[in-house]
């Protein structure tokens, strides 16, 4: 498989900013179209024999993350409502963030990527994914969707434990 960086959503400054490490790095960036973003990412990957058409999960997501959300939100003693609410509309916020899918990549060369965005004018890239078997399979803007949901999840929980924290000192 080939070593290439597909990279969604990125400004054309942020996007040369990336060409300029991946060339560093001896990797191929592919910049992925807004019409392309329904593809299935294996074939957007140049993956052999990939198939053009995405097999999304069920379209059930929403549900499953807000139960997450809900949950969280129940731990850190907040109100679930407000908590899904805010989420939600992060999430559809997120469908503009920038995401990294890395193929083909090793642990050595996803930590040279890793600590090549940091000492770059790139900073950060908050969402990134390896390539896998399973999202090979899903859409671009489902991946899209599925890292921001977990981001969101995850930021939740990290706050509400924080804020229990504090309660207790």
Same mark, same amino acid.
């Given at each position: ?6 990279a969604?959503?990125f ?7 990336? $060409?300029r490490? =991946?060339?560093m790095?001896k990797?191929? =960036?592919?910049?992925v ?6 593809? !299935?990412?294996g074939y957007? *990957?140049? @993956?052999k ?14 549900? &499953?993350l !807000?139960e ?11 109100d679930?409502?407000? @908590?899904?609410k805010? *989420?939600? $509309? ?9 995401? &990294?899918v890395? =193929?083909?990549?090793?642990m /050595? ?6 600590a090549a965005?940091?000492k ?8 990134? *994914?390896m390539? &896998?078997? &399973? ?17 969101? @999840?995850? /930021?939740q929980q990290?706050?509400?434990v924080?804020?229990?924290? /504090?309660?207790?000192?």
């Open positions: 498989m080939k070593k290439m960086i597909l969604f959503n400004r054309p400054e942020r996007l040369q900013s990336l $060409r490490l =991946c060339m790095l990797v191929n =960036c592919r910049e179209a807004a019409e392309e973003q329904n593809a !299935a990412i957007l *990957a140049e @993956v024999d990939a198939a053009r058409l995405a097999v999304n999960p069920p379209e059930n997501a929403e549900e &499953t !807000a997450a959300l809900e949950a969280a939100a129940v731990q850190a003693g907040e679930p409502e407000a @908590v899904k805010a *989420a939600m $509309r992060l999430l559809l916020e997120s469908a503009q963030k920038e995401m &990294t890395l =193929c083909g990549f090793d /050595h060369l996803l930590n040279r990527f890793l965005v940091k770059s004018d790139l900073r950060e890239i908050e969402l990134k *994914a390539l &896998t078997p &399973t999202n090979s399979l899903w859409s671009g803007r489902h991946l899209l969707q599925e890292l921001a949901a977990e981001h969101i @999840v995850m /930021h990290k706050n509400g924080l804020k229990g924290l /504090h309660r207790k000192n």
